[in-house]
């Protein structure tokens, strides 16, 4: 049962341009929303989060806009960097009970071409 | 201030034995969560523990997984008699608290199961 779910394993895009990666989830009870870049042989590390009562947020070059009605949330890098070339992955926390138990989608991986 | 610190960074087993894996926290987090991520998939949640209490483990599996955090120490996480389908990532994350606070990743330690 694929709770989150990034459903483009992988992105192109060219440098100077914008990246726009998704995400879509079928939990309602998810209320917090994160995404994170990893690197081959690295751990993930944090760009931004949303919480559920925002719509927008922006951070430098990274934005993540959430649809609620659509269950759908998207990060958009701009303007996109050849440093930015990882694996983005998507996550969600339903919060009460779960803790901070994060839910992971399977990942994109960007790469950027100069 | 120093990182999630993970170790060891490799570990390679053959079945049957036994597999620890060791995770420190930043300094001034208590909330330790691990994580496992297969071969082409995503990060899933095994277990949350806050310093000598296990908050969650529904994501661990019943038999041969163990995980503690001790009042001094790393988080220790355990797999008894190791598999091949044990071969993967395991990462460990904390934070200071649960709720709307960022969990940062270690770098990991890849288990190969021969």
């Known amino acids: 049962d694929q709770q989150v779910k990034q459903n483009s394993p992988s992105l192109s895009v060219q440098e100077g341009r914008i990246s726009i990666l998704n995400c879509d989830y079928t939990?309602?009870?998810?209320?917090?929303f994160l995404w994170y870049k990893k690197y081959p042989a690295e751990g993930p590390t944090f760009l931004i989060s949303i919480s559920s009562i925002k719509d927008k947020n922006e951070d430098g070059r990274f934005t993540v806009f959430l649809n609620k009605s659509a269950k759908h949330l998207s990060l958009h890098i701009v303007p996109s960097q050849p440093g930015d070339s990882a694996v983005y992955f998507c996550?969600?926390?339903?919060?009460?009970?779960?803790?901070?138990?994060?839910?992971f989608g399977q990942g994109t991986i960007l790469t950027v071409h100069p | 201030n120093a990182g999630v610190m993970q170790n060891p960074r490799h570990l390679v087993r053959r079945r049957g034995q036994e597999a620890r894996l060791r995770c420190s926290p930043m300094k001034g987090h208590s909330h330790v969560y691990w994580y496992r991520q297969l071969p082409e998939e995503g990060l899933k949640f095994m277990v949350y523990l806050q310093k000598e209490n296990i908050i969650d483990e529904s994501g661990m599996p019943k038999e041969r997984f163990s995980a503690e955090f001790p009042k001094e120490g790393p988080s220790i996480l355990r797999i008894q008699q190791v598999v091949r389908g044990d071969s993967a990532a395991y990462f460990c994350a904390s934070s200071p608290s649960t709720r709307g606070d960022t969990q940062y990743f270690g770098p990991g330690t890849r288990l190969t199961v021969l």
């Open positions: 996550a969600a926390d339903a919060g009460g009970t779960s803790y901070g138990k994060l839910t």
């Open positions: 939990n309602s009870m998810f209320d917090y």
